[in-house]
């Protein structure tokens, strides 16, 4: 029976990965995005991988792009909430919209995602909830209240929704990356990464397939014993 996963952010960088992963693995694979229909083309394109476009803060959104997948392919087996971004500015020169825009499109997402999709793994007797975090939602981060806050949330949520329902076959697990070699780590000033690699036992950054291959994992039969857990995948980096 192939297993239907759904990865938010799926057409770009680390979710991009992660929908990969998940496919080489036989999974029937649905990418969300935002606005990028270019990128989503070229993924499509290279991978065959379907893709749809929602805001995955916006939750009757979800609801419906969920409810539409269902229809389409059967059911959600698997959910990866990877869609993110970051809105960097220190505490005491924040924004309100900085705060909100990355505590909706970080952690309000994986309400609005799993909600979507809970009842129905329930019934199923088998799901698979795993959410991306960082290592800045473990250790915290200047510059990065919001986007810490909201890291951190998924690591609690995913504990409570791992309780909840690991009775039902269902399991939920997050990733958190360390520095990854993607857009979002490419805007980073290069002083500023180099003093970050430097702090890597590893001595460079991760690659996204690092993180493409832990979600498969996560997602498998195989990790059947595994929930509640935080999987930290940053070269050393932090060490929890
Ligand atoms: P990218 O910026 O490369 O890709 C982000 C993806 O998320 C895109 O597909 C984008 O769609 C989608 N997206 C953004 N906002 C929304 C939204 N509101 N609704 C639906 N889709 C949305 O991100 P990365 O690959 O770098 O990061 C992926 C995840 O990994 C994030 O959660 C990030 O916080 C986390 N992470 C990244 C690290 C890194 O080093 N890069 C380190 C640790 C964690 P579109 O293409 O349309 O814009």
């Excluded at 990965?17 to 496919?23: C, N, Q, V, Y």
């Excluded at 890291?151 to 399991?171: D, H, M, P, W, Y």
């Excluded at 180099?194 to 996204?208: C, D, S, T, W, Y």
């Amino acid at each position: 029976m192939t297993r239907t996963a759904l990865v938010t952010g799926g057409t770009r960088g680390i979710g991009a990965a992660i929908a990969r992963a998940l496919s080489d693995s036989g999974h029937q694979v649905v990418a969300t995005y935002q606005g990028n229909d270019q990128a989503a083309t070229a993924f499509t394109r290279d991978t065959g991988i379907a893709t749809r476009k929602w805001d995955v803060a916006d939750f009757e959104a979800c609801q419906q792009g969920v409810g539409e997948v269902v229809e389409e392919f059967g059911s959600v087996d698997v959910l990866v909430n990877n869609a993110g971004i970051t809105r960097d500015a220190t505490l005491h020169k924040m924004e309100l919209d900085d705060w909100n825009a990355v505590i909706a499109t970080n952690l309000n997402s994986a309400f609005n995602m799993t909600r979507a999709v809970i009842n129905g793994m329930r019934e199923a007797g088998f799901g698979r909830i795993i959410s991306i975090a960082s290592v800045n939602g473990q250790k915290g981060q200047m510059g990065q209240a919001n986007y810490a806050a909201a890291k951190a949330g998924l690591i609690g949520f995913t504990k409570s929704v791992a309780q909840e329902n690991a009775r039902r076959g269902v399991t939920a697990n997050v990733v958190a990356p360390g520095y990854i070699s993607t857009e979002m780590v490419a805007s980073v000033p290069e002083n500023v990464l180099e003093k970050i690699i430097g702090q890597i036992p590893v001595n460079r950054l991760g690659e996204a397939e690092e993180i493409g291959e832990a979600v498969a994992y996560l997602a498998s039969d195989g990790a059947a014993f595994v929930t509640g857990s935080t999987l930290s995948i940053n070269g050393g980096q932090y060490m929890v």
